[in-house]
């Protein structure tokens, strides 16, 4: 197997956000950031958050000061002393009510629906930031820029954001189109399908996304179908190498060129997604290309 480019902790992490958002995509209505529990005060001072994405964006608008809690998976050198109050899908009702948050970050899905429900029934303010897509990225910036008192921080992260999306896309019209895998695990294979964020910036930076007619947004992709796709580069995000050879060495996998995300950037759907759609850039359009 070999090393990864980024911390195992956090990519398992991110996995379980993805299947959560893949169930929850599927549900019938899709709505924005919304609250629950009671409002939180107009200064909030204690802010607990359930995923490294969230807590990206705290720190990022320069509120790091306020985070009391944050969830096992989060690896910033910033949180590392703080209190962990479990998982995405299983956060502990009583290790977040216990830290008296004035604000819980909450990416929605429904393995954490039932314990973040409690949280608000017992008085503690919540916020829910689902975060399929771009839109819902950028949504989410403006919303905790909102709670946090750092509106003007947030806009400018939206701001750049949306710049390097321009950028990135007058600068793909130039040059031919990949087709591309982008998957994160292989066995099975989970990859990008519409919907998704990765789906989005795969467009931005000039791909063609081969499970553009998957069913949803993060769905297990028949191997059968992917062959039949004979992507030019397969984007590999997964956290272990478990089933990677044997996909590799199929005919219509084993043409295509194979690459490895260099970091996060392109995994949490945060502020740092301008980042990664530069990194995405730069894997699709390798030298002599350059970045623009």
Not at 139 to 162: D, N, P, Q, Y
Not at 246 to 265: D, I, Q, T
Not at 267 to 290: C, T
Request: include cysteine.
């Amino acid at each position: 197997m070999s090393p990864r480019p980024v911390g195992l902790v956090v990519i398992a992490a991110v996995l379980c956000l993805v299947a959560g958002v893949a169930d929850a995509a599927s549900a019938p209505t899709h709505s924005g950031p919304r609250t629950l529990g009671p409002p939180a005060p107009a200064k909030v001072r204690r802010v607990v958050t359930l995923a490294p994405s969230l807590t990206e964006m705290v720190l990022t608008l320069g509120a790091g000061s306020t985070l009391v809690g944050v969830s096992r998976f989060d690896e910033a050198k910033e949180v590392e002393k703080l209190p962990r109050v479990g998982g995405f899908t299983d956060p502990s009702v009583e290790a977040v009510v216990a830290l008296k948050p004035d604000l819980v970050l909450v990416q929605p899905g429904p393995g954490n629906q039932r314990p973040v429900e409690k949280m608000a029934e017992l008085g503690v303010p919540v916020l829910l930031l689902p975060l399929h897509s771009v839109t819902d990225v950028l949504a989410a910036m403006r919303a905790v820029g909102r709670a946090l008192g750092r509106e003007k921080e947030s806009e400018a992260v939206v701001t750049r954001i949306e710049a390097t999306r321009t950028r990135i896309r007058e600068a793909a019209k130039k040059l031919p189109a990949p087709r591309v895998l982008f998957a994160y695990g292989f066995e099975p294979l989970v990859v990008a399908g519409p919907g998704s964020f990765a789906h989005e910036l795969l467009r931005d930076a000039g791909g063609v996304n081969v499970a553009a007619d998957a069913g949803s947004a993060y769905p297990v992709y028949s191997v059968e179908r992917a062959v039949r796709a004979r992507p030019d580069v397969v984007v590999d995000a997964a956290d272990v190498d478990v089933g990677k050879d044997k996909l590799r060495a199929l005919p219509g996998l084993a043409e295509a060129r194979w690459v490895e995300v260099p970091s996060l950037a392109l995994l949490q759907p945060g502020p740092s997604l301008g980042r990664g759609l530069e990194e995405l850039f730069k894997l699709l359009h390798p030298e002599p290309a350059k970045a623009p």
